[in-house]
Protein backbone atom coordinates (compact mmCIF):
# COMPACT_ATOMS: atom_id res chain seq x y z
CA UNK A 1 0.00 0.00 0.00
CA UNK A 2 1.13 3.37 -1.09
CA UNK A 3 1.16 6.41 1.39
CA UNK A 4 1.38 9.91 0.19
CA UNK A 5 1.98 13.05 2.14
CA UNK A 6 2.61 16.72 0.95
CA UNK A 7 4.05 19.44 2.86
CA UNK A 8 5.72 22.61 2.10
CA UNK A 9 2.42 24.88 1.89
CA UNK A 10 2.18 28.37 3.49
CA UNK A 11 0.37 31.89 2.59
CA UNK A 12 2.73 33.48 -0.12
CA UNK A 13 2.46 37.11 -1.74
CA UNK A 14 0.93 37.58 -5.36
CA UNK A 15 4.26 37.20 -7.21
CA UNK A 16 6.19 35.08 -4.91
CA UNK A 17 7.69 31.34 -5.80
CA UNK A 18 6.49 28.45 -3.33
CA UNK A 19 7.98 24.81 -3.81
CA UNK A 20 5.38 21.67 -2.30
CA UNK A 21 6.61 18.68 -1.78
CA UNK A 22 4.98 15.04 -1.77
CA UNK A 23 6.65 11.91 -0.52
CA UNK A 24 5.75 8.57 -0.69
CA UNK A 25 5.92 5.45 1.62
CA UNK A 26 5.25 1.46 1.14
CA UNK A 27 6.85 -1.03 -0.23
CA UNK A 28 4.64 -1.29 -3.36
CA UNK A 29 5.59 2.26 -4.60
CA UNK A 30 6.31 2.23 -8.42
CA UNK A 31 4.38 4.20 -10.32
CA UNK A 32 3.90 4.50 -14.12
CA UNK A 33 3.46 8.49 -13.12
CA UNK A 34 2.89 10.96 -10.46
CA UNK A 35 0.65 13.98 -10.58
CA UNK A 36 -0.09 17.30 -8.79
CA UNK A 37 -3.89 18.25 -8.31
CA UNK A 38 -5.69 21.18 -6.40
CA UNK A 39 -8.78 22.03 -5.19
CA UNK A 40 -10.49 25.70 -4.34
CA UNK A 41 -13.28 26.31 -2.45
CA UNK A 42 -16.40 25.45 -3.87
CA UNK A 43 -14.90 23.81 -6.85
CA UNK A 44 -14.09 20.17 -8.14
CA UNK A 45 -10.17 18.92 -8.06
CA UNK A 46 -8.70 20.08 -11.02
CA UNK A 47 -4.91 18.29 -12.68
CA UNK A 48 -1.85 20.63 -12.22
CA UNK A 49 1.53 18.63 -13.78
CA UNK A 50 2.46 15.74 -14.21
CA UNK A 51 5.65 13.32 -14.72
CA UNK A 52 6.39 9.99 -15.92
CA UNK A 53 8.39 8.60 -12.46
CA UNK A 54 10.71 6.59 -14.93
CA UNK A 55 12.18 8.85 -17.81
CA UNK A 56 10.40 12.19 -16.36
CA UNK A 57 8.28 13.44 -18.78
CA UNK A 58 6.64 16.50 -18.08
CA UNK A 59 2.93 17.44 -18.48
CA UNK A 60 1.16 20.35 -17.30
CA UNK A 61 -2.46 22.01 -17.51
CA UNK A 62 -2.67 24.82 -19.51
CA UNK A 63 -3.30 27.35 -16.28
CA UNK A 64 0.18 26.98 -15.44
CA UNK A 65 2.38 26.23 -18.45
CA UNK A 66 5.56 28.64 -17.84
CA UNK A 67 4.94 29.27 -14.63
CA UNK A 68 5.10 26.17 -12.48
CA UNK A 69 7.93 23.07 -12.73
CA UNK A 70 7.47 19.26 -11.60
CA UNK A 71 10.35 17.60 -10.91
CA UNK A 72 11.00 14.16 -8.80
CA UNK A 73 13.44 12.77 -7.08
CA UNK A 74 13.43 8.61 -7.26
CA UNK A 75 15.91 7.74 -4.24
CA UNK A 76 13.99 10.34 -2.04
CA UNK A 77 10.36 8.97 -3.27
CA UNK A 78 9.63 12.67 -3.70
CA UNK A 79 7.79 14.63 -6.14
CA UNK A 80 7.73 18.51 -6.08
CA UNK A 81 6.44 21.09 -7.68
CA UNK A 82 8.14 24.38 -8.17
CA UNK A 83 5.12 27.84 -8.52
CA UNK A 84 6.27 30.84 -9.46
CA UNK A 85 4.43 34.31 -10.29
CA UNK A 86 2.37 32.87 -7.76
CA UNK A 87 -1.62 34.53 -8.76
CA UNK A 88 -4.56 34.77 -5.61
CA UNK A 89 -6.82 32.31 -7.97
CA UNK A 90 -3.59 29.67 -7.70
CA UNK A 91 -4.99 29.54 -3.76
CA UNK A 92 -6.07 26.26 -3.05
CA UNK A 93 -5.57 22.49 -1.25
CA UNK A 94 -2.83 20.82 -3.62
CA UNK A 95 -2.72 16.96 -3.50
CA UNK A 96 -0.55 14.70 -4.92
CA UNK A 97 -1.47 11.15 -6.65
CA UNK A 98 -0.03 8.37 -7.92
CA UNK A 99 -1.02 6.62 -11.34
CA UNK A 100 -0.03 3.20 -10.70
CA UNK A 101 0.19 1.68 -13.90
CA UNK A 102 -0.16 2.64 -17.87
CA UNK A 103 -2.74 0.48 -18.00
CA UNK A 104 -5.02 2.39 -15.20
CA UNK A 105 -5.76 6.18 -16.27
CA UNK A 106 -6.31 7.61 -13.16
CA UNK A 107 -4.26 8.44 -10.09
CA UNK A 108 -4.89 7.09 -6.68
CA UNK A 109 -3.18 7.05 -3.16
CA UNK A 110 -4.22 10.22 -2.65
CA UNK A 111 -2.50 12.59 0.25
CA UNK A 112 -4.15 15.07 2.61
CA UNK A 113 -3.18 17.79 0.98
CA UNK A 114 -0.94 21.08 1.41
CA UNK A 115 -3.01 24.41 1.58
CA UNK A 116 -1.31 27.27 -0.34
CA UNK A 117 -2.95 30.57 0.17
CA UNK A 118 -1.90 33.09 -2.16
CA UNK A 119 -3.06 36.86 -0.86
CA UNK A 120 -1.61 40.72 -0.19
Known amino acids: QVQLVESGGGWVQPGDSLTISCTASGSTFSPFRMGWFRQAPGKEREYVAS????????YYADFVKGRFMISKDNAKRTLYLQMNRLRPDDSAVYYC?????????????WGPGTQVTVSS
Open 97 to 109: GQRPTVEVNAFDS
Open 51 to 58: ITWIGGST
